[in-house]
């Protein structure tokens, strides 16, 4: 009776840890300020917070961005997260699922509601997880191809729903309704990365000689890694949910010396290197494919990719390492990047919004490594695109009217109003000091067709320094010893 109090306290301890982790992790994804802000309404006085690291950071320690941002950019806080999950697999077995991961918790939430089905029996489909775990983290690591990893990774996936995306949660819904957690154990290439320490570390969970064989056990158990037959428990599939502890009568599940620990034999040796030769030859696929993206060509801009977020480098390298997240799209002030579509990466659209020339928040909230990390004065400098002016159209040109907007609106200085051949005064444009950051095309009033427009480019870089042209093409005014007041 003892153990079995002490399993049940564990478990409330373990749901305590999930609904905190689980309502950081909703936070971090843009409603930390919502919150506050509601919480101010009713307590006159209460700070809004700028800035939400700490929610970032724990968005960040999930595993999957973890490893991305390693292979990215060689992420130190990514190094250090993936090692202590991985560390803490070995002799937790797979907590992370039911702590952590915020899909994993949300399933166990679904679970909870759907408890007029109980728990049914789930296949042991070892080939598809194993299979399709090994394709996923080869593209992604070896062959840097985030593909599989955009539809699977379950803090990708709880990231889309966050942000308001319905269809994943249907389906995670309708999974969850069938087998439980048949996504964590046979899709999410997460669960087979930790199925394979949980599987064989030296410490687990496992069924004694108590065991009655009475099925209570089994009838809770979301992973079905129960079988009271052969009194056995798969720690590769437990997610250490810690129901069939709970519910236990006579205190027959105990911690301790792993069933499955031991050297692996031959044959498992032998299926083991097929898999991650077979891995490593997809992600060498994966690497020579990339480069086939086709480069942009003059205005082919379109409404689902284009300009992307300081940071991107290259559109090559974003396609790549972008999963879809949607953290920065949340953490974005300016409104201007949208969510990707099917196969391309999120984008900036200037028609409700520009990208704020003193933020630099996508770059610092990216867990994958996608956005590289910008100061705030390089990020001021970085093209994200070229802005081009159709005076056949700006109401300057075609009225006379010195409307200015966009030349006022310009934090570079790139657009300037000047005098044409007839004395209007018309917009011109500094390529050099340009940085395509919507500026300009977000205030012009001209409909259905921008006036200035920006245009994407291929490759993020530099702009010049505006202190630096400006120098050089005005003169600095004469001395004077009067004192400016």
């Known amino acids: 009776m003892a153990r079995s109090r002490l399993w049940r306290t564990l478990r409330v301890v373990r749901l305590l840890l999930a609904a905190l982790a689980l309502a950081a992790t909703t936070l971090a994804f843009g409603y930390a300020a919502d919150l506050v802000a509601l919480l101010a309404h009713w307590w006159e006085g209460a700070p809004l917070p700028e800035e939400t690291e700490g929610l970032v950071v724990v ?6 961005p973890a490893l991305m941002a390693v292979a990215a950019r060689l992420s130190l806080f990514g190094l250090g997260a993936a090692a202590a ?5 070995a002799f937790l077995g797979r907590a992370y699922c039911s702590i952590v991961c915020p899909l994993g918790i949300v399933q166990d939430v679904l679970g909870m509601l759907c408890f007029w089905r109980g728990n049914r029996p789930q296949p042991r ?8 775990g090994v394709a996923v983290w080869a593209a992604a690591l070896v062959g840097g191809w985030t593909i599989g990893l955009r539809f699977l990774d379950p803090f990708t996936v709880f990231g889309s729903i966050a942000a308001g995306a319905w269809l994943p949660l249907l389906l995670i819904a309708l999974l969850t309704l069938w087998r439980r957690r048949f996504f964590c154990n046979s899709l999410c290439p997460v669960g087979a990365l930790l199925a394979c320490g949980s599987a064989m570390a030296p410490l687990g969970l496992r069924l004694t000689d108590k065991c009655v064989k009475c099925g209570k056990c089994v009838r809770v158990c979301p992973a079905g890694c129960i079988d009271p037959k052969t009194a056995t428990l798969d720690n590769g599939r437990c997610v250490r949910c810690l129901n069939c502890a709970a519910v236990c009568p006579v205190g027959a599940i105990a911690y301790g010396r792993n069933p499955g620990f031991r050297v692996p034999g031959r044959r498992e040796a032998l299926r083991a290197g097929a898999l991650v ?12 494919v990339k480069p086939l993206y086709p480069a942009y060509g003059p205005r082919t801009r379109t409404a689902k990719e284009g300009i992307y977020p300081p940071g991107a480098g290259s559109r090559q390298r974003f396609l790549t390492k972008c999963t879809d997240c949607r953290l920065c799209v949340t953490h974005c002030i300016g409104h201007v990047i949208r969510p990707a579509g ?5 984008h900036l659209a200037f028609d409700e919004g520009m990208c704020e020339f003193y933020c630099n928040r996508c770059a610092e909230v990216c867990p994958t490594g996608a956005l590289l990390p910008l100061d705030l004065k390089t990020k001021q400098r970085t093209r994200l695109g070229r802005a081009e002016i159709d005076l056949a159209i700006c109401v300057a040109g075609t009225e006379g009217f010195e409307c200015g907007a966009c030349a006022e609106h310009c934090p570079t200085g790139a657009l300037r109003m000047k005098e044409d051949a007839e004395g209007i005064r018309v917009p011109t444009l500094n390529h050099d000091l340009c940085i395509g950051c919507g500026s300009c095309e977000y205030p012009c009033p001209t409909r259905p067709i921008k006036a200035v427009r920006v245009w994407p480019v291929d490759v993020q870089t530099l702009a010049a320094d505006p202190a630096e042209v400006f120098k050089a093409v005005e003169p600095e005014p004469a001395a004077s010893d009067e004192w400016l007041i």
Request: charged content about 10%.
């Open 59 to 64: 968005a960040q320690a999930n595993l999957g």
């Open 85 to 89: 999950i991985l560390a803490a697999t």
């Open 125 to 132: 489909l070892f080939l598809l997880r194993k299979g399709l």
């Open 277 to 288: 030769a077979g891995g490593a030859a997809l992600g060498l696929a994966a690497r020579a």
């Open 342 to 346: 099917t196969f391309g990466a999120v």
